[in-house]
């Protein structure tokens, strides 16, 4: 078992340090006291005047800190930084591309020790579309990415962020930018003005989002780089799960994959995984997608319904000494098959500080 070394501060009483990481002065002193030499045991209810530091149970440490809601507390002491590329095409008939995007983010991932703590902050975030007329688009996105950055947060067991340290932080940019700046952008004031009820669905949308931890966390998990990096930390315990998912090609379609693990290559240091999708065809209506492919695709495209398909491919390489992904590809698509496809490559590539 690995211990924590707390560092005595001017100030601390064993009553003050007990209440901090709320157990009982006893326990604290009997865990210290079987973890330490002689000289630094602590006798008495007071701390000795020589000790400089109290040897302290991690567990107790880390239920502690996922109990503070003072993000100010929290000291990170791992960094890794990440450079990650997306590459997002709407293709037609196989050939034609009618839409081509391409994201560039940078990432500065800090953990705390003996804990599932982390802080990541978004150091560059840039992008290039094709055709033109959607980079106005691609710029409001960009404006409501950076409004959840920095976010400091806990990783559940089961591999999804459940608590954000800094919620308030994010949820006050929201409201300062839904309050002073929406209305002047040039996506909103043109919605405004043509679709009013999808501008009011920004401002709802946004309110859950960034008010409501629970929607934040879900909406953290479909950025592809938590995806695969909640994921990849959990390391050989992550088990086969269930992905669920609205669909981007037909309005209001619920799409559930079942995702099986395997490992690709593993040695003393490093551990390559392969997570392979298999859409879950149950409830999954044929004729319903027919009718709406037959309203929304076919006047353009001229071709006939063929079948329906998700693809789910992810391949990453962990360290296996902390966890932390060092590069990563993945591979996810929808598409009528032969007739029009959505796709998104993205990759992770750990770098240097």
Wanted: hydrophobic share 35%.
């Amino acid at each position: 078992m690995k211990f924590i070394k707390y560092k005595i501060n001017k100030g601390d009483t064993l009553e003050s340090i007990a209440g901090k990481y709320e157990i009982s002065i006893e326990d604290l002193k009997s865990f210290h006291n079987s973890h330490c030499g002689f000289a630094s045991m602590i006798i008495s209810d007071k701390l000795p005047i020589q000790l400089e530091y109290l040897v302290i149970n991690p567990i107790t440490y880390k239920e502690a800190i996922n109990k503070t809601d003072n993000p100010e507390e929290l000291n990170f002491n791992q960094n890794v930084r990440y450079r990650c590329e997306q590459l997002n095409i709407s293709r037609v008939n196989n050939e034609t591309i009618t839409l081509s995007a391409s994201t560039y983010s940078e990432f500065l991932v800090q953990k705390m020790d003996y804990t599932d703590v982390f802080n990541v902050a978004l150091t560059d975030f840039n992008f290039t579309v094709d055709p033109i007329i959607y980079e106005k688009g691609f710029l409001f996105a960009q404006k409501l990415e950076k409004l959840r950055f920095p976010i400091t947060f806990n990783i559940s067991e089961t591999g999804f962020m459940n608590k954000i340290f800094n919620h308030d932080e994010i949820e006050k940019k929201w409201i300062k930018f839904r309050d002073f700046s929406l209305a002047n952008d040039d996506v909103y004031k043109q919605l405004s003005s043509q679709a009013p009820k999808q501008a009011e669905d920004i401002i709802i949308t946004g309110n859950k989002e960034f008010m409501e931890i629970k929607s934040l966390c879900r909406t953290m998990d479909k950025n592809l780089f938590f995806h695969i990096f909640f994921r990849a930390y959990q390391g050989g315990n992550l088990k086969d799960y269930e992905l669920n998912q609205f669909s981007q090609l037909f309005p209001n379609v619920d799409l559930t994959t079942d995702v099986v693990r395997s490992v690709v290559t593993e040695d003393d240091n490093f551990v390559t995984y392969r997570l392979v999708g298999t859409l879950n065809r149950k409830g999954l209506s044929e004729e319903g997608l027919k009718e709406m492919y037959d309203k929304i695709y076919k006047p353009s495209i001229n071709y006939s319904y063929t079948e329906f398909d998700f693809v789910y491919r992810i391949t990453y390489t962990i360290d296996k000494s902390f966890n932390f992904v060092t590069d990563a590809k993945a591979s996810i698509a929808e598409k009528v098959k032969n007739n029009f496809e959505v796709i998104t490559e993205y990759k992770i590539k750990k770098v240097e500080l």
